[in-house]
């Protein structure tokens, strides 16, 4: 019997999600979060800085990677249990962005994976990079 809910994935599968980042994205997060920085919001601070334009919240350039292990892969029942991100470039509203994962480790014994992390604008920058390690749960009625 395997510890994963579902089958256990093997290493090398990859899956990935597209959306259209806008300005209400950043509205909602400012309202989960908290976070106003001028960067967001100010377009002549914006302007001012390296950026030259409003950009979104790291948070939201990270949070399609939420969805794409709770939706694809690893799936349902998936939670983060550490995530390294590098922020390499930034998005901006407008932009499409994909979120990509691709399983590099999988644990036999417990429901544990390890996954390489990209998030691509669609000039094909990468704003964000990392690794994250996830743990696959079974829902109710699941086993």
Same mark, same amino acid.
């Given at each position: 019997?395997?510890?994963?809910?579902?089958?256990?994935?093997?290493?090398?599968? %990859?899956?990935?999600?597209?959306?259209?980042?806008?300005?209400?994205?950043?509205?909602?997060?400012?309202?989960?979060?908290? &976070?106003? @920085?001028? *960067?967001?919001? &100010?377009?002549?601070?914006? /302007?001012?800085?390296?950026? #030259?334009?409003?950009?979104?919240?790291?948070?939201?350039?990270?949070?399609?990677? @939420?969805?794409?292990?709770?939706? !694809? *892969?690893?799936?349902?029942? %998936?939670?983060?249990? @550490?995530?390294?991100?590098?922020? !390499?470039?930034?998005?901006?509203?407008?932009?499409?962005?994909?979120?990509?994962? +691709?399983?590099? +480790?999988?644990?036999?014994? !417990?429901?544990?994976? !390890?996954? /390489?992390?990209?998030?691509?604008?669609?000039?094909?920058?990468?704003?964000?990079?990392?690794?994250?390690?996830?743990?696959?749960?079974?829902?109710? #009625? +699941?086993?």
């Amino acid at each position: 019997m395997t510890a994963w809910p579902h089958g256990a994935p093997e290493a090398g599968q %990859t899956a990935a999600m597209t959306r259209t980042v806008t300005s209400r994205d950043i509205e909602l997060f400012t309202e989960i979060s908290g &976070d106003r @920085n001028p *960067l967001h919001y &100010d377009e002549a601070a914006a /302007a001012a800085s390296r950026f #030259g334009e409003i950009v979104v919240q790291g948070g939201i350039t990270s949070a399609i990677l @939420n969805a794409v292990v709770a939706e !694809k *892969l690893p799936g349902p029942g %998936t939670v983060f249990l @550490n995530t390294q991100f590098d922020f !390499k470039a930034p998005v901006r509203p407008g932009d499409e962005i994909t979120g990509t994962v +691709e399983l590099t +480790e999988v644990r036999a014994d !417990k429901p544990i994976c !390890k996954l /390489a992390v990209r998030v691509t604008r669609d000039d094909g920058t990468v704003a964000l990079s990392g690794t994250a390690v996830c743990y696959t749960m079974a829902l109710d #009625g +699941e086993r």
